[in-house]
């Protein structure tokens, strides 16, 4: 008989919640299930057809703010051609469970799922509300899920602390120990739509004011422009806490500047890997390019299409301003399509110290950072409301493993999902005191 976590992970993996169309209600009949089985209580929201959020709630004395454990239900496409197992098989294999979501984040709903059931099973009352939630749409901007919840059904979702995706346990960034990084916060997202109308014309007579190859000269003014280092607070002290094992890091521990701290990384190639740069930097990214249909016509518009990632501390309407300016060009139209600041949640607090000892708890010779998490979560919804949030993840992968995260042959250990579902418990009792 499998274990627990591994048993009810391999069944999850084989409820196919892609996303579009996503179909989370059938992820939400399974835990309703489990629920009716361990009689608690729960609520089903509905978006839409089909994009059901569940919630589940073990009532605490109220002494402190409730803890949510938050976790998305839908997954991102997996082309079956290209695994070695069917990605809905939730095949076990060789000590490893394969299947769409097993990183991303079907195996960490599980380990909330169990924390969550160890409290209801053994009786006890926790110091809060503990509530376990499992949402729509997050791989799509949660729209149908996480932000429409909080719109809609915000009395339901008040939290003093909500636990989600977006931490790391790695075990192989550090020459002899395990690093763990919890998101204490992830960058904003603006996403903006530039247009160029200009007059038509035939390709054998250029009239020199083509949409085309405007956009293109005022991209290229634009691309040019290299965005400073910047040194944010949470960035600075978690390459302070890097410093305990990088010794390159040391003339920063020394004196603590942050034009040291960025030296260090230049002088060796770090500040170069796009991972550590997009902790450091505003990115923009021009992802899309539409213009012209035939090869003889000038075209009379031209479409770009920048995603681009804001630092804690950069206001979105004065970044874009300064695309605008960098673009130099006053018939490019510039339209922010979806903006959003970059959030933080403090490192400084009883819950974040609790969270980091019981990481320690279950891996004592690890090193335990708070970070900045580039891309984005549906923490940041959360966040947005005042509610402190933080990306966990006491499991231990490779960065190897990172790749298969939305890639081919998504899979988990057995012996994560068993140990991860000890330390969750820890970390849930420790936070409700019980
Ligand atoms: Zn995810």
Known sequence: MPHEAVELLSRYLQIDTTNPPGNEQKGVEFFAAIFEKEGVDYKVYEAAPGRQSIRAVIPGTGERPALILLNHIDVVTANAAEWQEDPFSGKIKDGLIYGRGALD???HGILELLAFLEVKRKGWVPCRDLVFLAVADEEDGGKNGAAWLLEHHFQDFQAGLILNEGGFGLD???PDRP?????AGEKGVCRVRLTRTGPPGHGSTPHGNNALEKL???????LEKDNPFIVTALIGDYFKQLGAVWEFLKPYLDDGKPETLIRVLQDNGMAAIPQLAAMLKNTVSVN???AGDKVNVIPDEAVAELDIRLLPGT???AFVAEIKAQLADDEIQV???????ATESPVDTEDFAILKEAHLKHFPDALVVATLLYGASDSRFFRDRGMACYGICPM???TRDLDRVHGVDERISTENMIQGTRAFIDIVRMLCRV
């Open 315 to 317: 206001d979105p309407d």
């Open 335 to 341: 339209e922010l399509m979806e903006k959003h600041a």
């Open 288 to 290: 899309c390019l539409h």
């Open 105 to 107: 984040m079907k195996g």
């Open 179 to 183: 690093l763990f990084l919890i998101a």
């Open 396 to 398: 231990l992968i490779g």
């Open 216 to 222: 293109v000269q005022g991209l290229n003014r634009l």
């Open 172 to 174: 192989d960034m550090l």
